[in-house]
């Protein structure tokens, strides 16, 4: 967007030099007409080189830059230089309008109308010279009052608000994509701040009853009641066991949620995220552990769309053919850069591996997608390491 915006006012700035050489030149040679040609080339090129400023955020160093004072000097010198009577043509006035116009991008809020509203004063007194100069009064297509003049004036004042227009809207868009990206971060906060709240409360019910337990079975052994001892630590034995199988439940599929809950719940992310998302599951004979292991992997695929990408549309599919594998498919636009070293697809791939299934990554454009399959009649190669 930036560099679209770039090329505009570039053209805009050529445009504008056009017009004015050809709108302004009668062909009539003189000293003036050969000042007015060398001030506008000079306009031109500081013109040229003014456009990247515009693009940068406002800061008043923006305004004093030097090429932004030298490009305001030379073309309102060049239209005084056409109002000196004989009025030379109004022609003349389109760098002025244009440097008008970048200045007012650099100004902060209503400055900006206060800008144009004197750039356009100063053509505008372009008209009075146009009318005191009765040598040129019935002379040519650019005699005041005429329809040519008026397509012209009008020309003009639009010539000084497209520069601000072209900027506005460039800001409109970085803007958007600033808060698209919070949105993003937010939802992945959000996320986090889910699994830490799953966490903390398995966890903490678990520890608050081994503490409980640990302290009962210690007045026990005191008491000399070695049987009721030895039940309280059996009992913390299996309270332990429980709290490990429900952190291993956590850490691997989030209690062991279904693969439609994980499904619509990473749909509604990234919705949430402004990206807009389909989510299709067909499969209603899944086995619960592969269930499992597909919800991790569309955990995974959402946090990276939302972390390594720019995406508007996203998709997500679970089928299965009559007799293929289960094969999940995750695709969306706007991908960024590939990145090396990360650890969600290996981690993805380790469990896929492990029932006998595969994990196919392709990239076409900025399309990413994301293939997961697991046989139809998966078997455990290996058991996983403990938590």
């Not at 073309?75 to 109004?90: C, D, E, K, Q, Y």
């Not at 591996?353 to 009649?377: A, K, M, N, S, Y």
Request: aromatic share 4%.
């Amino acid at each position: 967007m930036r560099g679209s915006t770039a090329a505009t006012l570039w053209v805009l700035v050529l445009i504008g030099a056009y017009l004015q050489i050809v709108l302004g030149v009668d062909g009539t040679p003189g000293l003036r007409t050969t000042v007015l040609l060398v001030a506008t080339s000079a306009s031109v090129i500081l013109a040229l080189v003014v456009v990247p400023l515009l693009l940068r955020p406002l800061t008043g160093a923006s305004v004093r830059n030097p090429m932004v004072v030298a490009l305001l000097a030379v073309s309102g010198v060049t239209w005084g230089l056409a109002v000196i009577p004989p009025f030379a043509g109004w022609g003349w006035g389109f760098l002025f309008a244009l440097a008008g116009g970048m200045l007012s991008c650099l100004v902060p809020r209503w400055w900006s109308a206060v800008v144009l509203s004197a750039v356009l004063f100063v053509l505008a007194l372009g008209g009075l010279s146009a009318a005191a100069s009765s040598s040129r009064s019935v002379e040519g297509p650019t005699a005041p009052g005429d329809g040519f003049t008026l397509v012209l004036v009008g020309t003009l004042a639009l010539t000084t608000v497209l520069p601000l227009s072209s900027v506005w809207v460039l800001r409109v868009v970085l803007r958007l994509e600033e808060a698209r990206q919070t949105a993003s971060d937010l939802a992945v906060a959000t996320e986090r701040l889910r699994f830490a709240t799953d966490l903390h409360d398995i966890q903490g019910h678990h520890l608050q009853v081994i503490a409980l337990k640990a302290e009962l079975a210690e007045r026990r052994l005191r008491s000399d009641h070695p049987a009721l001892a030895e039940q309280e630590l059996a009992d913390i034995r299996s309270i332990a066991k429980a709290a490990l199988d429900d952190t291993r439940a956590v850490v691997n599929d989030y209690r062991t949620v279904t693969v439609a809950v994980e499904a619509r719940n990473a749909a509604a992310v990234l919705r949430s995220a402004g990206i807009d998302c389909e989510a299709r599951i067909e499969v209603p004979g899944l086995p619960a552990e592969v269930g499992a292991v597909m919800a991790v992997a569309i955990r995974e695929a959402t946090t990276n769309i939302l972390r390594h990408s720019r995406a508007t549309q996203a998709s997500l599919d679970l089928a299965q053919s009559e007799v293929g594998p289960y094969e999940l498919t995750v695709s969306n636009n706007g991908a960024g850069a590939l990145r090396s070293g990360g650890t969600g697809l290996v981690g993805i791939t380790e469990r896929v591996t492990v029932w006998g299934g595969t994990v196919e990554t392709r990239r076409r454009g900025d399309v990413f997608t994301l293939v997961v399959r697991i046989p139809t009649d998966p078997k455990r190669q290996g058991s996983e390491d403990g938590a």
